[in-house]
């Protein structure tokens, strides 16, 4: 079956420390993955994108990611997060099968002060 | 424009109401989605339009209507939904549904109270 798992549903974390948000994908799906984040009361964000090519991926806020083929994970990480990274992220692949985007299950990350 | 509208924001409404959310995009996307989401959960599809036509309906129930007018406008249609369909909906676009892998382009959403 495709399927995007997130590994952790709350990250807790204080502010300015490092944090990876886990992700692992089937092989039945494409290889095109994506983190999308969603502040409060607002819709998904575009994070970054896996097409082809390098395996580490730079986004926005300063937000990295890195595609392991062997591994099947796709896991976001920032070296010093802020307050305002609070926020739900989304681990996600395109199926070329079905023509949809498939979601992980979310990972809440609280950044504490 | 590199955004996607959705109006209104917010919208209550009784189990008898009809009502419409609205969509609407300038960045010549071909392909627009319509997701369900529901607290601390992900996304779910609801139905998919590439180049104006139905493409995906997933088993939506028929109190939701769906109407693409224009290659930049979706609309919801809403007609005697039930408490359960409190949620939020959003919107989404993309260059080329059927073979797009760019990622789609998602509104800030329409918060959907059902009294």
Redesign the interface.
Known sequence: AQSVTQLDSQVPVFEEAPVELRCNYSSSVSVYLFWYVQYPNQGLQLLLKYLSGSTLVKGINGFEAEFNKSQTSFHLRKPSVHISDTAEYFCAAFSGNTGKLIFGQGTTLQVKP | DTE?T?TPKHLVMGMTNKKSLKCEQHMGHRAMYWYKQKA????E?MF?YSYEKL??NESVPSRFSPECPNSSLLNLHLHALQPEDSALY?C?SSQD?????????????T?LTVV
């Open positions: 996607v959705q601390k959960k992900p996304p599809l998919v493409s995906i959003l989404a549904g059927a073979v797009d892998h760019y990622g789609y382009t998602f509104g800030s959403g918060r």
